[in-house]
Nanobody, 127 residues
Framework: VQLQASGGGLVQPGGSLRLSCAAS????????IGWFRQAPGKEREGVSC????????YYADSVKGRFTISRDNAKNTVYLQINSLKPEDTAVYFC?????????????????????WGQGTQVTVSS
């Protein structure tokens, strides 16, 4: 089983990126997916998650209205559209998969464990 986040890059403040979380060895539609990020010198934080139970989505307050999580089951990929980027969004972004349903508690690092974690993708917001 492998998860791989991609789509990061260097973008100016106010710009947009679409991050992808692709999987091999599992069908993402069966899983709830979480996106996390970790900035240098900071703790990992939950950004967004989408539940496999009913497609409910959850967002950290810091990204509400700017980030959108979605699925493309045909491509076995989950996306994180990130708009209106700010320098404080600079971080390595990771995706994680859990076989059970999730709720907003799954954005709290350490409260629940995800079954699988992927390698991250770097997002740098700078002018």
């Amino acid at each position: 089983v492998q998860l791989q986040a991609s789509g990061g890059g260097l973008v100016q403040p106010g710009g947009s990126l679409r991050l992808s979380c692709a999987a091999s060895g599992l069908t993402l539609d069966d899983y709830s997916i979480g996106w996390f990020r970790q900035a240098p010198g900071k703790e990992r934080e939950g950004v967004s998650c989408i539940s496999n139970e009913d497609g409910s989505t959850y967002y950290a307050d810091s990204v509400k209205g700017r980030f959108t999580i979605s699925r493309d089951n045909a491509k076995n990929t989950v996306y994180l559209q990130i708009n209106s980027l700010k320098p404080e969004d600079t971080a390595v972004y990771f995706c994680a998969a859990d076989l059970g349903p999730v709720d907003s508690d799954y954005l709290i690092v350490g409260l629940h464990e995800y079954d699988y974690w992927g390698q991250g993708t770097q997002v740098t917001v700078s002018s």
